[in-house]
């Protein structure tokens, strides 16, 4: 499967981007799907997942202000950002598990830039 993300960009603190990820393939037949992102100097972390039963998960760093949500009809992944802080800076990766038991993501998307400015 393939994974194409889009939405990211440059923006103050305190405002909102939503990142698209389209998929090659049917959404509803991928078992897991995430966003990742990876800061300079930093390693990748997890910042939401969808489950197969599309239970919604998130990084503690991120609840309340970040939504993860799918539409099936579009094959298309989208993770909604509020109140964006500089931290949430980075690269963020949308990834596809084609496990059932979701334990690795072997599809990845080239990434798109999220810069939060003060």
């Known amino acids: 499967v393939q994974l194409v993300e889009s939405g990211g960009g440059s923006v103050q603190a305190g405002k909102s981007l939503r990142l698209s990820c389209a998929a090659s393939r049917d959404t509803f037949r991928i078992p897991c799907m995430a966003w990742f992102r990876q800061a300079p100097g930093k390693e990748r972390e997890i910042v939401a997942t969808?489950?197969?039963?599309?239970?919604?998960t998130y990084a503690d760093s991120v609840k309340g202000r970040f939504t993860i949500s799918q539409d099936n009809a579009k094959n298309t992944l989208y993770l909604q950002m509020n109140s964006l802080k500089p931290e949430d800076t980075a690269m963020y990766y949308c990834?596809?598990?084609?496990?059932?038991?979701?334990?690795?993501?072997?599809?990845w998307g080239h990434g798109t830039q999220v810069t939060v400015s003060s």
């Open positions: 990834a596809a598990s084609l496990r059932i038991d979701c334990a690795s993501y072997s599809a």
């Open positions: 969808f489950n197969r039963d599309r239970y919604p």
